[in-house]
Each structure stands twice: as C-alpha cells, then as structure tokens.
Nanobody, 116 residues
Framework: QVQLVESGGGLVQPGGSLRLSCTAS????????MGWYRQAPGDQRELVAT???????NYADSVKGRFTISRDGAKNTLDLQMNSLKPEDTAVYYC??????????WGRGTQVTVSP
C-alpha cells in the first residue's frame, strides 16, 4: 500500500481559499490515478477531483471552476487548490490513490470548515 498524509485544512470564511496537500510515500507519477474525496457529517464519501497518470483531470460538478487538482513532482504531493469556498464545501477531505499492483490507499483526512 501507499501511505498518504493530508495537510492544509482549517477554518475559512465563505468566499475564501485553502490549499490542501497530500504527501505520498511512493512516486505520485507512478499512480494510475490519484484524487480527493470528501465526506460531510451524515453523508456518503463523494468524489471531488481526480487526476490520472497522464494528467487528465476530472471534477465533481459542484466544484468545477472553483477547485484545481495538481501534482507537484518536486515535493511529491497531490494538491487541491480550493477557491470561492462555500459552506456546503465543509467536510473531511481525503486523499486517494490507486495502482493495480498495490490496490487503493486512503489518507486519514483533513477537516475543512467554511463558516462566517
């Protein structure tokens, strides 16, 4: 498996920005896919954004145009830039990766709270 550690969560006002990072124990460019998911209290975990090994990105409709997923090769991190945050973005955000010979791995999550 791959160890994933998220950071960058916190409390922010509506309209503000946060940048999440996920540090991986293996080369992020070797992963078949990496992504961010989130889970709000009482809700199921949902996809936020993914990026394939070739760099193709995919976003949930609710975050398109506001969030950007990227990879930093120098730091070996998966990042999520979140702009124009809304209260409904409040959730625990999880980093995810998948590689066929290793299976799926999840981080422990980081809390994002959007509130006045």
């Amino acid at each position: 498996q791959v160890q994933l550690v998220e950071s960058g969560g916190g409390l922010v006002q509506p309209g503000g920005s946060l940048r999440l990072s996920c540090t991986a124990s293996r080369n992020i460019f070797s992963m078949y896919v990496m992504g961010w998911y989130r889970q709000a209290p009482g809700d199921q975990r949902e996809l936020v954004a993914t990026i394939s090994s070739g760099g193709t990105t995919n976003y949930a409709d609710s975050v398109k145009g506001r969030f950007t997923i990227s990879r930093d090769g120098a730091k070996n991190t998966l990042d999520l830039q979140m702009n124009s945050l809304k209260p409904e973005d409040t959730a625990v955000y999880y980093c995810y990766c998948y590689k066929p010979n290793l299976g799926a791995s999840w981080g422990r999550g980081t809390q994002v709270t959007v509130s006045p």
